[in-house]
């Protein structure tokens, strides 16, 4: 099973859709998790810091599940800037050693 | 504006040749680390280096080595280059705190 998992996609939504990402995790030690945007052919960026409480950014809401080991990334009111790829990253190091994973990465592209 | 700068930005070379790619990041951010990135596929670690010791490795073989220097920039190596190995290579620096990773914008290796 790998450490990080997320569904490839493609997803394929029209302009103001609603669309959620999925991700899973195996390591329960895991301590700090994230979405990152990826351009096509450019560097990961990122998204936002995903919490337990939840959190919001404009159209942008994340969560974590830490008894479920899952964290959901979901976007409203799609635009056509939104069409990347958004990869799940969980970190399970501290100071100055950081073992991050990645997911394989879940490609939007919203359709006008 | 992450501080983390890479060169080249793009180079080919041929199967059995070997390669160096770079990394410098601002004063501070004594941990690097390096990942490869295959088209369609999420980031994998190599390896991280902290305060000049690889400190963490991926499932990478050994002709994959590093060093990290007292000034924190860093190099990857690659010896007798596989078309395999053609990917884009990223390093990152992490924020010991949050574990958010700065990335730099890439090294694209196509290997012939």
């Known amino acids: 099973r790998k450490e990080v998992e997320q569904d490839p996609g493609p997803f394929n939504v029209p302009e103001g859709a609603t669309v959620a990402f999925n991700c899973t995790y195996s390591?329960?030690?895991?301590?700090?998790f994230f979405w990152y945007r990826q351009d096509c052919r450019k560097e990961p960026k990122l998204l936002m810091s995903?919490?337990?409480s939840g959190n919001e950014d404009g159209r942008f809401t994340a969560q974590l599940n830490r008894a479920s080991q899952y964290i959901s990334l979901l976007i409203r009111d799609s635009k056509l800037s939104d069409s990347a790829t958004y990869l799940c990253?969980?970190?399970?190091?501290?100071?100055?050693?950081?073992?991050?994973?990645f997911g394989t990465g879940t490609k939007l592209q919203v359709i006008p | 504006e992450t501080g983390v700068t890479q060169s080249p930005t793009h180079l080919i070379k041929t199967r059995g040749q070997q390669v160096t790619l770079r990394c410098s990041s601002q004063s501070g951010h004594n941990t690097v680390s390096w990942y490869q990135q295959a088209l369609g596929q999420g980031p994998q670690f190599i390896f991280q280096y902290y305060r000049e010791e690889e400190n963490g490795r991926g499932n990478f073989p050994p002709r994959f080595s590093g060093l990290q220097f007292p000034n924190y920039s860093s190099e990857l190596n690659v010896n007798a280059l596989e078309l395999d190995d053609s990917a884009l290579y990223l390093c990152?620096?992490?924020?010991?705190?949050?574990?958010?990773?700065?990335f730099g914008e890439g090294s694209r290796l196509t290997v012939l």
């Open positions: 990152a620096t992490p924020d010991r705190f949050t574990g958010e990773l700065f």
């Open positions: 995903v919490y337990s």
């Open positions: 390591n329960s030690a895991s301590q700090s």
């Open positions: 990253v969980v970190n399970k190091g501290t100071g100055g050693y950081q073992k991050v994973t």
